[in-house]
C-alpha cells in the first residue's frame, strides 16, 4: 500500500537523523528548515512521529496484501 511505504520513507528518515543526532551531534532536519522550532521543522517533526506510529501496524499484520488479486505462486 502507498501509505505503508510512505510511512516507511519518513520513518527511515527520521532514524536517519536521529542517527546523526546520537553520532555527530548533528540535525539535519532543523539544519535545512532553520532550527529545531521552525514550523517547517515541526512539521517533518510530527510527520515522521506519525509515520512511526503508523508503522507499528506493520507489525501486527498477517503479511498477506489486501489487494483483491489472487496471491502469487511460484
Known amino acids: ?3 505503508d ?3 516507511l520513507i519518513l520513518a527511515i528518515i527520521g532514524a ?3 542517527g546523526g543526532i546520537g553520532l555527530f551531534g ?8 532553520g532550527g529545531q522550532m521552525a514550523v ?5 517533526y510530527a510527520l515522521v512521529g506519525l509515520a512511526g506510529i503508523w508503522c507499528i ?8 496484501e489486501t489487494t483483491g488479486h489472487a496471491p502469487h505462486t511460484a
Open 40 to 44: 517547517l521543522a515541526r512539521v517533518i
Open 1 to 3: 500500500m502507498l501509505l
Open 26 to 33: 548533528f540535525d539535519t532536519v532543523a539544519f535545512f528548515c
Open 5 to 7: 511505504k510512505l510511512a
Open 16 to 18: 536517519l537523523n536521529w
Open 57 to 64: 501496524t506493520l507489525l501486527f499484520r498477517n503479511g498477506e
